[in-house]
């Protein structure tokens, strides 16, 4: 479903490479986790996805279509079909939990009387239904990041990419943050999860790719974090 | 594109404006001194064209017949008797490009020039009645550029000592007409871009305050369209208040002007509000609605470049 083919990303006035001479590939219905030290590339990685950068040299192959060669009108419609998480949330905090969610249809021209009936299956995923008037702002950490889980997921993505989600949370509700995204992996989404939470890696047993100074060290089915935290 | 998100987008492009009202309010007032200039410009201009094209039509030769008071080597001695000018208007009547010609005794002439002259006529009493006009013969051209070849012609018949046309007028007129419109042009050009920088300063300000939530719309897959339209709405808005407010000013103005002008100096052609203000009301709109609108664009597309 995504291939990396030979991918550099070099950043402008850059020592180094973030990213060199890359080439993985990621099957439909995978969950992979991307380890390694900060700065080892993992955000580099996943920003060629959803095509915030381009790559300096090599393809980011999406079902077959090269992403650095869309028409810049046609990149909103790539990012339709995926759903981003960030360690920081990216909520709008005056705003409902509700009005978060909906953002995400809205935004793409969704019929509300089809945000009426996704918004609140999303929220009943997270477990935040109750939660669905409440402003952001009042919700703890891990239910904001719910929240943006439920944003990612209401249009039915095929991919989910999220980096370093539970980044800013405490163990609890950092377990409970990958068991949802394992879930929707369950339900037939690909999921790629750059992060440091080691004891979660170690735990769930899914395949990991390490990555060191730009480059892939590490790829393994059922693998382990593999670093000291 | 549905109903509603143009109704969200109106929504957002409110709250946005009630966020920094200050910041609106003087964009607006700025936008406004800038097209009220501009309609002042327009007004002046029309007038001018109304005004050259009214005393073009208005171009009549003035043909004065000879008379003992006035010697004139190519005159007779004597005054003219009745039939003798009557033989000249018949005559003038005859020159080729002539649509009419009419003979206006001095008496006829002092009473027009009464009339033309108003509220101020007490001036013509100190003539203590003397009369210092001429007999003449109104010539109405059937082409107004044939005024010079027909005044021409005329100055040949015997007992006609000479011959006025107002083309010097009209000429003077054209030339200020010209030199408005070339020097207005240049203004425009000038508060045009004024405008656009106003309006697309305020919307930057927008924009780098609303910069997280077009981060998350750019995320979600929102289309760059998407993302103007509300900002869009907010620049048209602003021109088009703005337009308003400096048609509100320039409406009053032109119509305590108007009023003044035609008592005070009836001979000068002037547009009638009602005539004028209707159309210029909705151009300014337009141009104010669509400057606002450039200014927003102008403002976005950095930000829309991810």
Not at chain 1, 25 to 51: C, D, H, N, Q, T
Not at chain 2, 1 to 26: G, K
Request: with cysteine; charged share 20%; glycine share 8%.
């Amino acid at each position: 479903m995504i291939q990396f083919v030979n991918v550099t990303k070099v950043y402008p006035n850059a020592h180094a490479p973030s990213l060199n001479d890359v080439t993985l590939g990621i099957g439909r219905g995978e969950f992979v986790f991307l380890v390694g030290p900060s700065g080892a590339g993992k955000s580099s990685l996943m920003k060629l996805l959803y095509r915030e950068e381009l790559p300096t040299a090599g393809k980011v192959l999406m079902e077959g279509k090269d992403v650095a060669k869309l028409k810049d009108q046609d990149v909103p419609f790539l990012r339709r079909s995926l759903g981003v998480i960030f360690q920081d949330f990216k909520l709008l905090p005056e705003r409902t939990v509700f009005d978060n969610v909906a953002f995400a249809l809205e935004c793409t021209d969704v019929p509300r009387r089809e945000v009426i009936r996704r918004v609140p299956a999303a929220l009943e995923l997270v477990g935040l239904r109750h939660k669905t008037h409440s402003k952001c702002q009042e919700l703890s950490g891990g239910e904001q990041q719910r929240v943006a889980v439920a944003r990612a997921i209401v249009r039915n993505p095929v991919l989910i990419v999220a980096d370093e989600p539970t980044g800013n949370l405490d163990p609890e509700n950092s377990y409970a943050i990958m068991k949802l995204l394992s879930d929707v992996n369950q339900m037939g989404a690909t999921v790629v999860v750059a992060t440091h939470a080691k004891n979660i890696v170690n735990q769930m047993k899914k395949r990991v790719v390490a990555i060191e100074k730009g480059c892939i060290v590490r790829d393994e089915e059922r693998g382990t974090y593999g670093y000291e935290s | 594109m549905n109903l509603r998100a143009w109704v969200t987008a109106a929504r957002d492009a409110v709250r946005s404006m009630t966020h920094s009202p200050l910041m609106s309010l003087a964009s607006m007032a700025t936008v406004a001194v800038s097209l009220l200039v501009l309609s002042v410009m327009a007004l002046l201009a029309l007038n001018l064209k109304y005004a050259t094209s009214t005393v073009e039509q208005q171009v009549e030769i003035r043909a004065y017949l000879c008379t003992a008071q006035v010697p004139n080597t190519k005159c007779p001695k004597d005054e003219l008797k009745e039939d003798q000018k009557q033989a000249i208007v018949d005559k003038v009547k005859k020159v080729p490009g002539v649509k009419n010609a009419a003979f206006v005794s001095r008496d006829q002439a002092l009473e027009e020039m009464k009339k033309q002259f108003g509220p101020q006529k007490d001036i013509l009493d100190d003539l203590d009645g003397e009369n210092p006009l001429r007999d003449s013969v109104k010539i109405q051209a059937l082409d107004t550029n044939q005024v010079k070849v027909i005044a021409e012609a005329v100055l040949k018949i015997p007992g006609i000592s000479d011959a006025n046309y107002g083309q010097e007028y009209v000429d003077l007129l054209l030339a200020f007409n010209r030199a408005v419109n070339i020097g207005g042009a240049g203004l425009v050009l000038l508060l045009i871009i004024a405008t656009v920088l106003t309006v697309s300063n305020t919307i930057r300000l927008a924009v780098y305050a609303r910069r997280r939530e077009i981060s998350i719309m750019k995320l979600v897959g929102a289309t760059d369209w998407f993302i103007r339209r509300p900002f869009m709405m907010e620049g048209i808005f602003l021109g088009v208040v703005g337009a308003l407010l400096a048609m509100a000013l320039t409406g009053y103005g032109y119509d305590r002007i108007t009023t003044y002008v035609n008592l005070n100096i009836p001979f000068l052609p002037m547009r009638p509000p009602g005539e004028v203000l209707g159309n210029l009301t909705l151009a300014l709109s337009l141009l104010g609605g669509a400057l606002g609108g450039l200014g927003s664009l102008v403002s976005l597309r950095r930000f829309l470049k991810v």
